[in-house]
Protein backbone atom coordinates (compact mmCIF):
# COMPACT_ATOMS: atom_id res chain seq x y z
CA UNK A 1 0.00 0.00 0.00
CA UNK A 2 1.70 3.62 -0.93
CA UNK A 3 -0.55 6.48 0.32
CA UNK A 4 -0.26 9.33 -2.50
CA UNK A 5 0.18 12.87 -2.06
CA UNK A 6 -4.02 13.18 -0.85
CA UNK A 7 -5.73 11.15 1.49
CA UNK A 8 -6.16 8.84 -1.12
CA UNK A 9 -4.65 4.95 -1.02
CA UNK A 10 -3.43 3.27 -3.56
CA UNK A 11 -3.03 -1.16 -3.61
CA UNK A 12 -0.70 -2.23 -5.77
CA UNK A 13 -0.64 -6.35 -5.78
CA UNK A 14 2.29 -8.16 -7.68
CA UNK A 15 3.02 -11.07 -9.29
CA UNK A 16 6.49 -12.50 -10.24
CA UNK A 17 6.69 -12.42 -14.18
CA UNK A 18 5.68 -15.23 -15.31
CA UNK A 19 1.98 -15.58 -13.32
CA UNK A 20 -1.07 -14.89 -15.41
CA UNK A 21 -3.06 -13.08 -13.69
CA UNK A 22 -6.04 -14.80 -12.91
CA UNK A 23 -9.76 -13.72 -11.84
CA UNK A 24 -8.61 -14.88 -8.53
CA UNK A 25 -5.99 -12.37 -8.03
CA UNK A 26 -8.42 -9.85 -9.74
CA UNK A 27 -10.68 -10.41 -6.69
CA UNK A 28 -8.40 -10.26 -3.95
CA UNK A 29 -7.35 -6.78 -4.87
CA UNK A 30 -10.78 -5.64 -5.04
CA UNK A 31 -11.14 -7.45 -1.67
CA UNK A 32 -8.19 -5.39 -0.38
CA UNK A 33 -10.08 -2.25 -1.84
CA UNK A 34 -13.54 -2.87 -0.51
CA UNK A 35 -12.14 -3.58 3.13
CA UNK A 36 -10.55 -0.07 3.46
CA UNK A 37 -12.66 1.71 1.25
CA UNK A 38 -9.83 2.40 -1.80
CA UNK A 39 -10.95 3.72 -5.04
CA UNK A 40 -7.43 2.71 -6.80
CA UNK A 41 -5.94 -0.24 -7.57
CA UNK A 42 -2.96 -1.54 -9.02
CA UNK A 43 -2.58 -5.55 -10.40
CA UNK A 44 0.62 -6.32 -12.14
CA UNK A 45 3.11 -9.31 -13.39
CA UNK A 46 5.18 -6.72 -14.55
CA UNK A 47 4.23 -7.35 -18.47
CA UNK A 48 0.40 -6.43 -17.88
CA UNK A 49 -0.73 -3.68 -15.93
CA UNK A 50 -4.78 -3.68 -14.69
CA UNK A 51 -6.12 -0.47 -13.02
Same mark, same amino acid.
Given at each position: ?????????? &? !?? /???????? /???? &?????????? /? !? /????? !?????? &? !??
Amino acid at each position: MIPPNSNDIL &Y !IE /TKSKDCKI /TKKD &YSQLSGYMDS /T !I /TEWGI !ITNWNH &Y !IF
